[in-house]
């Protein structure tokens, strides 16, 4: 009984260490029983505290409810022919947050194919509905500042950019193997030989302006699922992908109406600023603008997120990673009871460390979310292992740990769904 006391207080209590120049210790923590009504946690369970990048379940959860599950992210390329195997591509965007170098290399393989054999672009145009981050699977990306456009004429800078500099430079032979790679994972065979297509002038050419011709072909790329860029977003913790998210479905004014309407909270529960959880300083230039939020209102958007997902056939696990199981992900390391037992969001920024999931025990499953204060990033080992002495001794309280069925997910920006189909045009054929 004195063990297990123990335990508990080491679940809900105050977790502390001190020096002259650190101290770490428990903001909130709460806990809920599948099927419960009740949420359990210490006394500031409905206090607000830094969310961090557990953030990302709520942007998560909001892109699903809007959007659906299955929603993907449409990109039209219109090629209008010039001469033999020489065309002028005006790209249409879709607000596509993982349009970076694996699409970009996916659709100049597909462009190269011998059903067009393109070989020449004269005039690369694109509108104000296209984005890209030709790194945006890479840690430049995923952990950074997301770029703000305060203007479209900020935007368009940057995506132009990023086309002169990524889109239509020489194709990398190692990035170009490994894109080939990853699509034989989800059933497309692209050329061995790299495609090597000429490009002229990049430039901006709003949506409203473009104008096609009876030489124009439409064709159609597709991105994966919602539900895998959410999971390829929560794994890594990718926070340009959770900012476009937000910024996407309307930035803070749609969310504070989706957070009344839909979730039946408001500022008291939630507060944002950004999908991510990132310290949004650089924007409203305020020296700490973290997204805050309570234990109980976390509790009950991973409760929503489930049920959402349930409908849609879907599990947490299609969205957020299994401790041990998902390799390349924030809690691919997570071992000794939480390995293949628990699903979690970790998130640290310069004030907090914090987890959110489920884990699966022998009492049945137990969401929870863990709120710590840390007072910098040296204090982030030390905040971790408070977390997980948490997670450890709630599984000891009950029953020990049971194993999720699960296989892990590669998520990928693109699947067999994404190749190009011609959606209006002459003679161009079909992929």
């Avoid at 599950?69 to 001469?83: D, G, M, Q, V």
């Avoid at 699509?183 to 490009?199: C, M, R, Y």
């Avoid at 803070?252 to 939630?270: G, I």
Wanted: glycine residues 8%; aromatic residues 10%.
């Amino acid at each position: 009984m004195r063990i297990q006391l123990v335990l508990i207080a080491l679940i809900v209590g105050v977790f502390t260490t001190t020096s002259a120049y650190a101290k770490v210790y428990l903001n909130s923590a709460c806990t809920m029983k599948a099927n419960a009504d009740k949420i359990e946690g210490n006394d500031s369970k409905n206090e607000k505290f830094p969310l961090a990048s557990i953030s990302k379940l709520v942007t998560s959860l909001w892109a699903i409810e809007t959007l659906g599950a299955n929603y993907r992210f449409t990109t039209r390329l219109h090629l209008t022919k010039k001469s033999a195997n020489t065309y002028d591509l005006h790209i249409e965007g879709g607000q596509d947050p993982m349009f970076g170098r694996n699409v970009g290399y996916f659709i100049l393989a597909q462009l190269a194919m011998k059903q067009l054999g393109i070989t020449k672009i004269e005039n690369l145009t694109f509108d104000e509905n296209l984005l890209m981050e030709w790194n945006v699977e890479e840690p430049v990306a995923i952990a950074g500042d997301t770029k703000f456009y305060p203007d479209q004429a900020a935007q368009v800078a940057h995506v132009q950019h990023e086309l002169e500099q990524g889109f239509i430079t020489p194709v990398s032979e190692r990035s170009y193997a490994y894109l080939r790679k990853l699509a034989k994972t989800v059933g497309i065979d692209l050329s061995e030989k790299k495609p090597n297509i000429q490009f002229g002038n990049v430039q901006f050419l709003a949506k409203q302006d473009f104008q096609k011709t009876k030489e124009t072909g439409t064709f159609v790329y597709k991105s994966a699922p919602l539900y895998m860029i959410v999971k390829a977003m929560n794994n890594k913790s990718n926070n340009y992908v959770a900012d476009h998210l937000y910024w996407n479905l309307g930035d803070t004014p749609a969310f504070n109406q989706y957070l009344a309407h839909a979730l039946k909270m408001d500022n008291r529960d939630l507060e944002f600023n950004l999908g991510s959880g990132n310290n949004a300083d650089y924007i409203s230039k305020k020296k700490y603008d973290y997204n805050e939020g309570t234990c109980t209102a976390m509790i009950k958007v991973l409760i929503r997120l489930n049920e959402v997902l349930q409908t849609q056939g879907l599990k947490l696990t299609d969205v957020m990673a299994v401790a041990g199981q998902d390799s390349d992900s924030t809690v691919g390391r997570y071992d000794g009871v939480m390995n293949g037992s628990m699903i979690g969001k970790t998130g640290t920024v310069d004030k907090a460390k914090t987890l959110a999931g489920s884990i699966s025990t022998g009492n049945g499953t137990i969401y929870f979310v863990i709120l710590m204060h840390k007072d910098s990033s040296g204090e982030n080992g030390s905040a971790a292992n408070a977390i997980k002495n948490r997670i450890r001794a709630l599984f000891t309280i009950n029953n020990g740990s049971k194993k999720i069925a699960y296989n892990e997910i590669t998520p990928l920006p693109f699947d067999k769904q994404s190749a190009l189909v011609l959606e209006y045009g002459p003679s161009l054929g079909m992929f």
